[in-house]
């Protein structure tokens, strides 16, 4: 796993949390999906966004009911009850901004376009073929969710290497409001 | 006073409203992408004090609609407020003509203040002038 292409999500996530959602945030340990991960079964509800550009692929959040009621809550500042479709804008707009706030520190990022947010029940969450995902979850007071990254970087000519960061950013915590 | 929000979430927009209604005596009109601005733009001939634009929306984004705004009216102030962080993009906003740029995820406390910066900033040559 090369963590240039994670810690961006990391740094992002808990700067959309410190700003905008101000809910209790503390980072999991990444790790790659097993073929037989079946997210589905812990996670009901998703936000995708394609990324083009010097960096390609797909990013998307999962979340249980629960977790998205009380993220979605925090940020459009009203209490949700069921997945009606003001909920779903609100954690489109979430992965919206971890993506976006990414692409700002991810290499080559300034070549990256993103598409706006698709919501999804997650048994239909899909990636592009062959990409390994990266799971990275994200614990809160209401329960975990995941961000999941499935990145293709585009092949640069050669020139002099650089050096490639090898820790994981850490999430600084977010204390709620 | 009346302001444009122009984004393709719902949830920012109420954001938005929630935290501008503190100028004062605010009205807002809304629309969810560059198309939808420009149809309340048209319908709105008194026009708008400032408009707030997304960058990255459907069916026309942000820039292609300040670029669209700008041909016509040089006036109204426009802050561009959208996850695009890059320095090339803030310089490719204010080539298109906006007059702020605010980056999300922001506090209410930035957006507003980025909101005050402009419009005090469009009043100054106007007391200079007085």
Known sequence: MDVSYINPFITATSQLFATMIQVQLTLGKPSIRKPDDRLFKLYRISAA???QGGVSGRV????SPQVAYALGGALAGRPFEKPDAELLDAIGEIANMIVGGAKT???DGGSVRISTPQVMATHLLEYPAGLPVIIIPFDTPAGRFVLET????????????TPTPTAIAPAAPAQAA | MKLLLVDDSRTM?????KVLAELGAVEFAEAGDGVEALAVIAA??????LILVDWNMPNMDGITLVGKIRETDKKTLLIMATTEAEKSRVLEAIRAGVNNYVVKPFTPEALMEKV??????????A???A
């Open chain 2, 116 to 125: 005050k910066q402009t419009l005090d900033k469009a009043k100054a040559p």
């Open chain 1, 105 to 107: 520190t991810l290499p």
């Open chain 2, 13 to 17: 927009r109420n954001i938005q409203k």
């Open chain 2, 44 to 49: 709105n001939p008194a026009g708008f004090d």
């Open chain 1, 150 to 161: 499935a990145l293709r970087v585009a092949a640069k000519p050669a020139s002099a290497p």
């Open chain 1, 60 to 63: 998307a959040i999962s979340l």
């Open chain 1, 49 to 51: 966004i394609d990324l």
């Open chain 2, 127 to 129: 007391a200079a002038a």
